[in-house]
């Protein structure tokens, strides 16, 4: 079983940055692909962006593509989320979610694909 805690949601002005953290309570965090999804009101949950359980491959959503950072650090257990020039679209209650694997360079961008949810944190973007 794998907790996740989101921290660091907020409201900030369009044009401006928020990074999001996710820690994890698994011992074996390098064990686990890693993603951050997004659920806006009225929508569906939508993938945002994925980091392969060594890090060394991430993969993004395009309409956050060159905006957008993850990365991931072991020594912690935390996958981070470095969001610049934001806008309105992207307020929206912010999930990272784990998965295991065997394979150090997978990456995953379907809801159904990760086994491990965090609680979610807020993201609201004014114009």
């Known amino acids: 079983q794998v907790q996740l805690v989101e921290s660091g949601g907020g409201l900030v002005q369009a044009g401006g940055s928020l990074r999001l953290s996710c820690v994890a309570s698994?011992?074996?965090?390098?064990?686990?692909?890693m993603g951050w999804f997004r659920q806006a009101p009225g929508k569906q949950r939508e993938f945002v962006a994925a980091?392969?359980?060594?890090?060394?491959?991430?993969y993004y959503a395009d309409s956050v593509k060159g905006r957008f950072t993850i990365s991931r650090d072991s020594a912690s257990n935390t996958v981070y989320l470095q969001m610049n020039t934001l806008e309105p679209g992207d307020t929206a209650v912010y999930y990272c979610?784990?998965?295991?694997?065997?394979?150090?360079?997978?990456?995953?961008?379907?809801?159904?694909?990760?086994?491990?949810w965090g609680q979610g944190a807020q993201v609201t973007v004014s114009s």
């Open positions: 979610a784990a998965r295991a694997t065997f394979y150090s360079r997978s990456l995953y961008q379907s809801i159904d694909d990760y086994q491990y």
């Open positions: 698994k011992r074996t965090f390098s064990n686990y692909a």
């Open positions: 980091i392969s359980s060594s890090g060394g491959a991430t």
